[in-house]
């Protein structure tokens, strides 16, 4: 039954989403950039490395990115990970040394896990892209749903 799929799909989607955010966040605590008394949240960790692969470090911050990660931004800001500069209406994050230091941990962290990914779970770069272009639909389409109240 196509419903049931979906709502495993869901599920599965969560459930991994989850556990990312957690590894990368045990990675950085396993490297000692941070204390657990800096309540990070394990999505902090994942909206820092999407901050670090922006152009030139710096991510520009208007409505939804500010909206959606309001919290997150300003843990990070807390953390010394991030510094804020303002230019009339638009908020400009930029990656602190600390903050620099802590992406290229999660990121060296993602390289180690794709060849793991690769040799255990059995995923290939064949499987890698129909997942991609999957979730590219998925995407797309609820953001439809959203935009267009379908």
């Given at each position: 039954m196509i419903e049931q799929d979906y709502l495993d799909?869901?599920?599965?989607?969560?459930?991994?989403?989850?556990?990312?955010?957690?590894?990368?966040?045990?990675?950085?605590?396993?490297?000692?950039?941070?204390?657990?008394?800096?309540?990070?949240?394990p999505a902090d960790v994942l909206l820092l490395a999407r901050i670090s692969g922006e152009a030139g470090e710096q991510s520009q911050s208007q409505g939804h990115l500010l909206n959606m990660h309001a919290k997150s931004l300003d843990r990070l800001e807390a953390a010394g990970f991030l510094h804020l500069s303002r230019q009339e209406r638009l908020k400009i994050y930029g990656l602190?040394?600390?903050?620099?230091?802590?992406?290229?941990?999660?990121?060296?962290a993602f390289a180690r896990h794709h060849s793991i990914v690769s040799r255990l779970a059995?995923?290939?770069?064949?499987?890698?892209?129909s997942v991609n272009d999957a979730l590219?639909?998925?995407?797309?389409?609820?953001?439809?749903?959203?935009?267009?109240?379908l």
């Open positions: 799909m869901l599920e599965a989607l969560m459930r991994a989403h989850s556990q990312l955010s957690e590894v990368a966040l045990d990675e950085l605590f396993r490297a000692s950039c941070f204390d657990r008394g800096e309540m990070l949240e602190t040394e600390k903050g620099r230091e802590a992406a290229s941990i999660v990121s060296d059995a995923i290939n770069a064949t499987k890698l892209a590219s639909h998925l995407d797309r389409t609820w953001r439809d749903i959203v935009l267009y109240r």
